[in-house]
């Protein structure tokens, strides 16, 4: 079973126009809430590659209670901590005629340290029944800062494959962990450790760096433009088709989902991150977050490239002889 945690949940509610005019009164043509936050995307999408997960988050009001719904309505399967303050709640007015999405987000929630504790307990408890644990999305508050570095060195001492995708003031904390895999937007690892990625040589030796910690898998992208990865010391780079975007919101939730759609099946890695490009491009085609069924992904898996950077891995033919 796969679990996903995600300290920041999201309540979406999704105002649908054709267009709208700005200062003048626009009346939508449909409205409905959607379980939003990046573990949660994350484990909506595994529902559709067929892996049976589980998602780990905080709850706490009425936006809670919406937010409980929500995941029943998508058949999502979770377990959560119940907190004093409000989930967290963002309006997205959608432009049909534009495929434009505006989106305005609420504050966040302030966790309280007994209540971040008692997630951290029931945290230990959980990897030891999971096959692999993606860490996701951000912290809301300092309180939560450390959970995603503790719940890394957990799955270490459990034997238990992590993954990592987040952003914000307590990402180097939780590289430091050494994840087994690290997914990285390459504007949200330049603003969190205040470094500069914008040519290929800063791209590869921020890889390099991060296997020099003992991060094994690691996957480092950028929208449209190509995606950079690792398997160990070894560098490729993945170059995906361009193609008409309605919404990229959750394109790298869909990409995560896609890494750990491999790592649970043993899919050879340039095989992995073909999958997971296919993802996050298919996603950002659409509307609703991370829905991407297997035809949609499927038909851009011939159009990603695959190259390798540098060395190359050494095939063996283990293949029987008569010799």
């Not at 995708?165 to 990402?171: A, F, K, N, R």
């Not at 690290?182 to 603003?191: A, D, I, S, W």
């Not at 491999?262 to 073909?274: D, H, M, Y």
């Amino acid at each position: 079973m796969i679990l996903t945690v995600t300290l920041n949940p999201l309540l979406e509610r999704r105002l649908v126009f054709n267009s709208i005019s700005l200062g003048e009164a626009n009346r939508s043509s449909k409205e409905y809430f959607s379980a939003g936050g990046k573990g949660i995307n994350v484990s909506r999408q595994l529902n559709h590659l067929g892996l049976q997960n589980q998602a780990f988050t905080f709850l706490g009001g009425s936006n809670g209670k919406l937010l409980r719904h929500c995941f029943t309505e998508h058949k999502i399967d979770f377990s959560v901590v119940s907190t004093k303050s409000e989930t967290r709640i963002a309006d997205l007015v959608i432009e049909k005629d534009s495929k434009r999405v505006t989106s305005f987000f609420g504050s966040n929630s302030i966790i309280t340290k007994e209540e971040a504790e008692d997630f951290k307990s029931k945290l230990g408890k959980m990897i030891q029944n999971c096959s692999v644990v993606v860490f996701s999305g951000s912290s809301p508050c300092e309180a939560t800062d450390d959970i995603f570095a503790y719940g890394i060195n957990l799955a270490h001492e459990h034997d238990k494959t992590s993954v990592l995708d987040t952003y914000g003031s307590h990402l180097q904390k939780c590289l430091d962990a050494a994840p087994t895999v690290v997914h990285n937007n390459v504007t949200e690892v330049e603003k969190s450790l205040g470094i500069e990625l914008q040519s290929e040589e800063q791209r590869l030796a921020y890889l390099s760096e991060l296997y020099k910690k003992g991060i094994r898998l690691c996957f480092l992208t950028d929208d449209a433009n190509p995606t950079y990865a690792s398997k160990f010391d070894y560098k490729y780079k993945a170059e995906s088709p361009k193609v008409e975007t309605f919404d990229s919101t959750g394109s790298g939730d869909a990409f995560t989902a896609g890494i750990v759609y491999g790592i649970e099946n043993s899919i050879v890695f340039e095989e992995t991150l073909k999958i997971a490009s296919a993802l996050g491009i298919a996603n950002a085609t659409v509307l609703e977050t991370c829905n991407v069924n297997h035809e949609q992904y499927t038909k851009y898996l011939d159009e990603v490239n695959i190259s390798t950077i540098g060395k190359k891995m050494k095939l063996i033919d283990d293949s029987p002889t008569t010799n």
